[in-house]
């Protein structure tokens, strides 16, 4: 079992920054990718970021040059840094573990870009 904890959500306005972290505990050896997904208000979920445990990444087009995906792997902790946020940013992120056979989600936090 893996458990995910998030913070770092809230409002800001268009322009502005946040950064997301997502905190890992449980059996965290057994995972091998994490990330985040988001999903809008009457919108299908979307990835938004990915790191795998082999260091590669991969960002969703609508945020490549303005969302960093990085890990503190001492913390056992992924962190999402977001910036130019604008108001089609606005949804709830969720954090997300794989392993080998299962795909853990923390609980959601929200994300609210004002124009």
């Known amino acids: 079992q893996v458990q995910l904890v998030e913070s770092g959500g809230g409002l800001v306005q268009a322009g502005g920054s946040l950064r997301l972290s997502c905190a890992a505990s449980?059996?965290?050896?057994?995972?091998?990718?994490m990330g985040w997904y988001r999903q809008a208000p009457g919108k299908q979920r979307e990835l938004v970021a990915v790191?795998?445990?082999?260091?590669?990444?991969n960002y969703a087009d609508s945020v490549k040059g303005r969302f960093t995906i990085s890990r503190d792997n001492a913390k056992n902790t992924v962190y999402l840094q977001m910036n130019s946020l604008q108001p089609e940013d606005t949804a709830v992120y969720y954090c997300?573990?794989?392993?080998?056979?299962?795909?853990?989600w923390g609980q959601g936090t929200q994300v609210t870009v004002s124009s």
């Open positions: 790191i795998i445990s082999g260091g590669s990444i």
């Open positions: 997300y573990a794989n392993t080998g056979d299962s795909r853990y």
């Open positions: 449980g059996s965290i050896f057994s995972i091998n990718a």
